[in-house]
């Protein structure tokens, strides 16, 4: 089975034992995004004060890749700007498509999914999640915004 | 060893696609729920009517338009003979299941559904027969229940059933064969259960019409619907049959050319059945396609190709059962010839992504049954769906992919 490109195990890992998994409490943003071609579902909550992820979870399921794309995303992203999560997702973004380079790092592993377009969705769910959490586009629907904390 | 008798290998060489390879590796092709192969009859005749006798029907005086003509109402009878209608003027062409159910619940709905009306389903049904009735149900203030589905067998609740028969709904629309379990329901028991209460009834053939026989006169339904991509025919085309008086007393659910008797300024009056449900111009090469492509199934025999496809299923259910986390779906006994299932710990798509490495076809996600997999606590499961060209061999590189995916996830 010649699946390295897809199944490093650096996804392998993440995707078993997923970082920041779980609810936030006291967040200010929640957004729950949705892969309707197969059903996965997921919740992304930031708490962003002063503009900067203070902190960063998310719940739902979903497969290997759309796991661990969520995992190393909230580790890359705690802690930072939101401005530079924000270039982060589109340097994603891109990098998945085969439209730019990958950021160096675990995040690379993502790239693997170019040859399989099919599943760029699955890599892209929480990024998604993060673009919209981050007021990146107008709101499609279902984003849910606390100011309090 | 089988107890069934497969059919043999050498028809494989009527589908030209199946001699290739992918990632390297032999295909093959266990995804026939979604949509079954051709045969090269069926892509003959397609070219043959575009290179010979591509005309419009029913309009053109001309030598094109006659063999045309002709052609499209032969294969109205072929459609009727394949599912034992009574007459071509009860089978419409379509463009498939899902369109031939919207012309039911626009039609017949707008003539028979008000508030307060109840449509049932059953909860195993394909979107294709949930989301038309949902809205009809919007628009007239009908209400929809639904027959329940019992554990992982999914097979249906028949008391729940019974009861709800008695409340009289206008009308039972089910899935013969379920797309997501490989449940068979009793669609002659049910239609003669519905028609004792004066219940309307409506049956998704989608996956049985290319697999098993099919009489629509001893199933006893007021419609019958399916695609022909499914039965080895073309795309973008299917069929409706339904019982003379209902059709009759039918309006027309979309204007145009070719279903009308007399235009004028203020008014129209309508062809009768069928003409009066196709307007505008029809996939004519595709209803001659899925003529040919019927009596190819035919000829194989229809009892034969379930044992077939059923025999396959229940072997592969059997093996895959014997992987660690395994959870089967479907029911234990009388399976139709799919299997879907889901490995603990491994998503679906992971499961799919996987064994399209080794060449092998599967379907993974929520099989436009959302509401079914809610309820199992699933997202989606993984699918192996057999028909005729399909071998025990190839059973035995399907199981053994998945033990290798279950290891591969497990390490």
Redesign the interface.
Known sequence: MNLSELYQEIILDHARRPLNRGELENATVTVPAENPSCGDELTLQLRVADGRIEDVRFTGQGCAICMASASMMTRAIKGKPSAEAGALFQQVHDGVQGRGEMPKGEISALGGVREFPQRVKCALLAWEALREALGLRKSSGGVVTTEEG | MQAFRPLGAELRSDFPVLDQQV?GKPLIYLDNAATTQKPRRVIDALSRFYERDNSNVHRGLHELSNRATAQYEEARERVARYIGAPSAETIIFTRGTTEGINLVANSWGARNIGPGDGILLTEMEHHSNIVPWQLLAERTGARIDWVPVIGDEGLPDAAALKEKLERRPKIFAFVHVSNSLGVVNPAAEWCAMARAHGVATLVDGAQSAGHMPVDVREIGCDFFVFSGHKTCGPTGIGALYGRAEMLEAMPPWQGGGEMISRVGFDRTAFKAPPHRFEAGTPDIAGAIGLGVALDYVHDLGRDRIFEHDAGLASDAAERLTGIPGMRLLGPKRGRAGLVSFALE??????VV??AN??GIALR???HCT?PL?RKLGL??TARASFYIYNTPAEVERLVEAVA?IQK??QR
């Open positions: 990632r710990g491994v998503h679906a798509h992971d992504s996987l490495e080794e993974g996600g929520h959302q997999m997202a989606s290798k591969f996830f």
